[in-house]
């Protein structure tokens, strides 16, 4: 199979030692100049590559990092890959791609196999069922570098680079009731993400901010089934006492609502205003166009690949002190609209 | 860093040569049945972890394989993608991810590192640039497994994986006329793909068979850059003569289609009928809904992937004769109604 050309072909053929081939190849100072110049051409003219692995175990250094996340399907992940992967390249590191579909046992399974050393570090956004983290601290305890993005898990002490997602709860709150909304739900997909916890902390104050009551029943767990997300916002838009205003705080979401309203005959913005966290490039061209909460989501892969590759190349760096926010934006478009009501 | 418990360390604890370790670790008949379990229970209480990289060098396997793709902004490849990693995680194979933005250049780098046998196979859709195949080839014939889906390679006789191409331009080109429309432009991502060749050449049959007249000019090559394309699509729309009908072969061009139209006071699908291939998730809740010639995404890359680990677990499989073609669906939707024409 492929190219079979090693430093021990060479020495061979060279007639000389394994060591003075390897000291050749590293450029050295301790061999002749002319041996040098033999083992250089014929390494050439063989097509003689390094195997990357014969480093990566002297070393213990792969060059490959791993980036674990829920899922692709979803525009914030799929921008933030293209970002990872833009600096890994740039960095000359590979990157090996883990989706944990949202399971618990999945994510503790894939840790589990990164102490093997197939991987330098680790980028991760965790799962919407991870609660506990001792998985992640294990692998962070025994020297791994890691870094969260979007999903972080607070309890571990390193770089966490995220979006300001309470102010992103408020903003997209304050929206709603500035457009008349009274009554307004907020589709969750986690009662443990630190993401959703803080949007919906964003959502209450906004709340409270400007004297509406708090009701627990106005907050919908959805989840990754997109037949029961759909029901449960079915039931929630059936109800007398309905929403008038729907909160997504996650994209997939939105789909879903609309459909629902659809449905139930009732009028996206005239009869329930919508807004998401979303980074759907399809947002100015729905049926109305969505209002949306738009998350930095390239840049962030960016950010948090950049931190990552900080601490693999300078020991000295430390993790600890790298938390980053990046705003995020609202975009008002058709689904919030006032003038139709 | 992390975990350095090695054979190494296990053999000197217990004071027996590295050789008998190894053997007891791998269950081995020819070691005593005391000795074994004095070694299996030292690696359990130190949490011995085998290096994946010394078995790979040894064996020159890295139980890795490469997934090169254009981008994944882009439901098809993100739909794929879970696939290709829900055969990967069953198989316990690693899954390397590299981004190729459509540039040669960039697909020509990434390929030559695999000759490193940092990989043990390759799963690829190609470049819209990508016309010549040299770099594919050499890698193909230094005896890497390689297998294509979806954007192929028709010169490089290996497993390909498709949908059926020439028969989804057909569908969409006859789903048209039968609409109504007179006059349909194909917005084109690429001159030498063999997708966007077949899809044409379904179009170009379609229109023959109902003696519409093919003309040149209703082939609009878009590109990646959304403006570019934007501005494209605007002024084949701004033509005395424009289109009645519109195929976007990729299901980007659609954004840009709905805007380009809005911009110009066209109604679809009065003024204008537009389909596109595509998996948008959001197709249903588009203004108006989108009718899309569907690819079976995540079932070319769970084929692809399953062809690709025969490959790597039976030397004797013919990578060869494992062409599939899985079919595509017309889902019809508003953009191509009839009744408010």
């Not at 060059?63 to 399907?73: C, W």
């Not at 997602?165 to 008349?180: M, N, P, R, S, V």
């Not at 630190?194 to 509406?212: C, F, P, Q, T, W």
């Not at 949306?292 to 989501?297: H, L, R, S």
Request: with cysteine; charged share 20%.
């Amino acid at each position: 199979m492929y190219n079979n050309i090693t430093i021990k072909t060479l020495a061979k053929e060279l007639n000389v030692s394994i060591a003075t081939v390897s000291k050749a190849l590293k450029d050295r100072h301790d061999i002749g100049v002319a041996t040098k110049q033999r083992v250089v051409e014929l390494a050439h003219k063989l097509n003689y590559i390094p195997n990357p692995y014969a480093g990566g175990l002297r070393k213990r250094k792969s060059k490959t990092i791993a980036l674990v996340l829920p899922e692709v399907a979803d525009s914030f992940f799929s921008l933030a890959i293209n970002g990872i992967e833009a600096t890994a390249q740039e960095k000359e590191y590979h990157v090996l791609i883990y989706l944990t579909h949202e399971s618990f046992t999945k994510e503790q399974a894939i840790l589990k196999d990164f102490q093997s050393g197939r991987v330098d570090g680790v980028l991760m956004s965790i799962t919407s069922e991870t609660s506990t983290h001792n998985h992640i601290q294990e692998l962070y305890d025994s020297g791994m570098p890691i870094v969260f993005f979007d999903r972080v898990c607070e309890s571990i002490d390193t770089a966490k680079i995220t979006t300001d997602d309470f102010e992103g709860g408020y903003k997209a709150t304050q929206h709603l009731i500035d457009c008349g909304c009274k009554k307004i739900a907020l589709l969750s997909i986690s009662t443990s993400l630190s993401i959703s916890n803080k949007r919906m902390e964003g959502y209450k104050k906004a709340l409270d901010d400007n004297h509406i009551k708090f009701s627990p029943s106005d907050i919908v767990q959805c989840s990754n089934d997109a037949e029961k997300s759909y029901n449960s916002i079915k039931k929630l838009l059936s109800h007398r006492s309905r929403p008038d205003g729907i909160i997504a705080t996650v994209e997939k979401f939105t789909t879903n609502t609309y459909l629902a309203c659809k449905e139930l005959g009732l009028f996206i913005p005239g009869d329930v205003k919508v807004i998401s966290f979303s980074n759907l490039p399809t947002a100015p061209i729905l049926n109305p166009s969505l209002t949306t909460i738009t998350q930095p989501a390239f840049e962030m892969g960016k950010a948090a690949s950049t931190v990552l590759f900080k601490a693999l190349n300078k020991s000295s760096f430390n993790l600890k002190q790298e938390s980053i926010v990046i705003p995020s934006v609202l975009t008002v478009r058709g689904s919030t609209a006032t003038q139709t009501k």
